[in-house]
């Protein structure tokens, strides 16, 4: 007879492509873990000696694949030291996926107890029970994990392996030696009592035993029991499916094992970890069972807790992302015939008013908005809202007759959410900005019905806030050629793709060039030259203008020092370049200006630096210090797009300005519309009062050009003289003659 300490089992195995992954599982399950309270009654039951440690070693293996991990198993059932559990990934390219790798291991070692590891969506519950079978055998553990969680889960199953084994020994020992000794007969109902809930059950369902655990955790007394049909203890929570696999287990003399919920005398549920052992006459026949049960009710309970944590948010209590992912994929998964649509909603000036009045503030706004949310769409249970983090927020909208109803619901909300928010002492609003999306783009996956609703609620938010829009098709392709372009403009900036074009600045009176812009140009490998309008707006969002920036400065000064030492006074007198918000807001700009000009030997007041009108005005008091802090090192300060900006020209004296470039609008209407005529006479005669040059941009024509010469403009600059040139275009004219406001059809013939 073998001793029931030789079938104690901590052996773990985990199988998972991540290596790093089979790391974290040794290091958490070497930690510190408590034998589980039973620990005690397992003893008693089993004739165990109390464990002279408070810690359980645990022995973990590991495999990287599904196949490697089958091996293993197959090797320690013939040296006879099996596992007791296995953490089994559910992703492990190439080889087979978790649900695969289960079912393999399963055919060597059926007693194998599974935690299936996963931060996917890949299966539903629905789905890996048909596959998998009764949730007895197996589990989910949801990634990312908690450590403590872990620990359990090994503690826990491996105590239940154990349990198993030690029944089906302890069993087996008692079918041997049933009638030897009343005595020994004595002991075991002795070690059975204390060990769990124990009762006999006949073949027809009567209760012919029950011992004092069994009265204690139902509620009925021993009389109330016994002669009654098992079914009195039954609950409803369980489906006729699981019963019926139950009683055909047990009808082929099998043992049966599992977790089921009874119901007690008082209506409230129990969990039981069960095992049914049919007991057999000497012809192999089914006489009664013997059945054996621990209380789970506490570790179902803790599991409940965690999956709430883990498919909840906690402070609203809507269910969370990976919740409504399970929903998104089982709405897809019902086929084309399902109509359904998501609404995703982020709220306006949320960062503002959490910033401003405090994070609990805006988490009592968080709650607000989930509260509108449940009573708004209450009444159905077709409607799920869901909070994704932070003020985003989804709702999906199930079983549609109409797809257009998605519109009206997300009008509605618009209105709910318009309205103001009391937050204490405070009256705020926060309207929403909502993207739709609808099942008639046939998605497969939840994770792109939900980055396409993403993408549609980003463009509402764009084309103004308290607004919706409906995803369709090109929104994915200019978002997917935008990401492209951000990479490329990455691989740009390291294979030194851009170049720079220069467009002269004109004296209006004396018709010579004396000055360029530097303007960057980007010549991509396939697509060819890309337009500073769409590559411009991506460099500035993703950082990159800073680093482009700096070659743009650095290169046209060398270029412009390169000029003056070759050209001498041939060369144009004044260089200009832009400046973005970014690189205004770099503290270490002024330094780097002051380098570039040193090491290329340039006069500080041949540069010019140009920052748009809108830019100074969107926040006067972060950068004129910072243009004044430029204008020191002797550098010119260039307001460029004048007349964009909605300046006032009675504060033009308190900004640190040389000269006011005239945006292209004014150029364009001067001649057509006397009121802007007015204006840029004003402007002229201000401009000189504050002792400012003035540049004329965008000139086209030649009528423009008189007017702004009748009107005294300094300086012009426009495709009238010439387009913008590349470094050989617009050297080859340095030192003619040519009055460019005389003559620029030749010039521009001469530069193209």
Not at 250 to 269: F, M, P, T, Y
Not at 314 to 332: C, F, V, Y
Not at 563 to 588: K, Y
């Given at each position: ?9 901590r ?46 070693a645990f022995?973990?293996d590991?495999a990287s ?28 390219p ?25 931060a ?9 029970s ?14 990312p ?50 060990a ?32 009654q049909?098992?079914n ?5 929570h ?7 696999e139950?009683?055909?287990?047990v ?34 026949k089914?006489v ?15 599991m ?25 994929q ?5 086929g084309?015939?399902?109509?359904f ?6 709220f306006d ?22 509260q ?13 809202p ?24 997300a ?52 084309a ?8 369709d ?7 997917q ?46 697509r ?113 797009d ?111």
């Amino acid at each position: 007879m073998h001793e029931i300490n030789e079938t104690r089992n901590r052996r773990i195995l985990v199988i998972d492509d991540n290596e790093a992954i089979h790391d974290d599982f040794k290091k958490i399950l070497a930690g510190s873990v408590k034998p589980n309270s039973t620990s005690d009654s397992y003893a008693a039951f089993f004739g165990e000696q109390a464990a002279t440690s408070d810690e359980l070693a645990f022995d973990v293996d590991t495999a990287s694949q599904g196949q490697a991990g089958l091996e293993k198993v197959r090797q320690s059932i013939q040296d006879d030291q099996p596992y007791a559990m296995a953490f089994v990934d559910i992703r492990m390219p190439p080889g087979w996926d978790g649900i695969e790798t289960v079912g393999r291991l399963w055919e060597v070692d059926p007693d194998l107890l599974i935690v299936i590891c996963t931060a996917y969506n890949d299966y539903n519950w629905t789905e890996m029970s048909q596959r998998l079978g009764c949730m007895d055998r197996w589990l989910i553990l949801k990634k990312p994990f908690d450590n403590v969680e872990v620990r359990q889960l090994a503690s826990s199953l491996t105590e239940k392996w154990d349990l198993a084994r030690k029944a089906e020994l302890k069993i087996s020992e008692l079918q041997q030696t049933v009638g030897t000794t009343n005595r020994e007969l004595a002991a075991f109902r002795k070690a059975v009592d204390a060990a769990g809930i124990v009762a006999m059950i006949g073949v027809d369902g009567t209760i012919l035993e029950a011992n004092d655990n069994f009265c204690k955790v139902s509620g009925y007394s021993h009389d109330e029991l016994v002669g009654q049909n098992h079914n009195i203890v039954l609950s409803d929570h369980h489906p006729d499916e699981f019963f019926e696999e139950l009683y055909a287990t047990v009808e082929q003399n099998k043992i049966w094992r599992g977790e089921i919920c009874n119901r007690a005398k008082d209506g409230s549920l129990y969990w039981v970890d069960t095992t049914i052992v049919p007991m057999l006459d000497e012809h192999d026949k089914t006489v009664s069972y013997f059945t054996l049960r621990i209380e789970i009710s506490d570790r179902k309970r803790l599991m409940g807790q965690l999956h709430t944590q883990a498919y909840n948010d906690s402070l609203t209590g809507l269910p969370n992302r990976a919740s409504i992912l399970d929903s998104i994929q089982t709405a897809i998964d019902r086929g084309p015939n399902h109509h359904f649509a998501l609404l995703f909603l982020d709220f306006d000036r949320f960062k503002l008013i959490n910033d401003s009045l405090g994070h609990d503030m805006g988490d009592e706004l968080l709650k607000e908005i989930a509260q509108r949310l449940r009573t708004t769409l209450r009444g159905t249970d077709q409607i799920k809202p869901a909070r994704l983090g932070g003020d985003e927020f989804v709702v999906l909208l199930n079983r549609l007759t109409n797809l257009d109803d998605a519109t009206v619901v997300a009008e509605r909300l618009l209105d709910v959410f318009s309205q103001s928010y009391q937050l204490g002492a405070h009256t705020v609003y926060s309207t929403a900005s909502i993207g739709v999306v609808t099942s008639e783009f046939q998605y497969q996956s939840a994770s792109d019905m939900l980055r396409d609703a993403d993408l549609a609620m980003y463009k509402a938010k764009a084309a103004g806030h308290g607004s919706y829009l409906i995803f369709d098709q090109t929104m994915r392709e200019k978002a997917q050629y935008r990401l492209q372009l951000e990479g490329d403009l990455r691989t740009a900036i390291s294979q030194n793709e851009f170049s720079l074009f220069y467009q002269p600045i004109v004296s209006l009176e004396s018709g010579k060039l004396e000055g360029l812009e530097a303007l960057v140009r980007w010549t991509h490998p396939d697509r060819g030259l890309i337009s500073p309008d769409d590559f411009i707006p991506v460099a500035e969002e993703t950082g990159l203008i800073g680093a482009i920036g700096q070659w743009c400065l650095d290169a046209a000064c060398q270029q412009f020092a390169e000029w003056r030492q070759t050209f001498g006074d041939d060369a144009p007198g004044f260089l200009h370049v832009n400046v973005s918000r970014r690189q205004l807001l770099d503290p270490n700009l002024a330094k780097l200006v002051e380098q570039v000009i040193q090491k290329h030997a340039i006069p500080p007041e041949h540069l010019h630096l140009e920052v748009t009108e809108s830019l100074i005005m969107e926040d006067q008091k972060t950068f004129i210090p910072i243009l004044k802090k430029l204008r020191k090192s002797g550098i010119k300060i260039d307001m460029d797009d004048f007349g964009t900006g909605h300046s006032s020209l009675s504060c033009l004296h308190e900004f640190p300005l040389d000269v006011l470039k005239i945006d292209r609008s004014f150029v364009m209407n001067a001649k057509h519309v006397r009121d802007y005529a007015a204006l840029l006479q004003a402007i002229l005669t201000l401009a000189d009062n504050l002792e400012l040059q003035v540049v004329a941009e965008g000139i086209t024509d030649s009528e423009q050009l008189i007017l702004l010469q009748a009107l005294g403009c300094e300086y012009g600059q426009g495709y009238l003289f010439s387009e913008p040139c590349t470094t050989e275009e617009i050297q080859s004219l340095f030192g003619s003659q040519i009055d460019w406001t005389q003559n620029s059809s030749e010039m521009q013939t001469a530069t193209t």
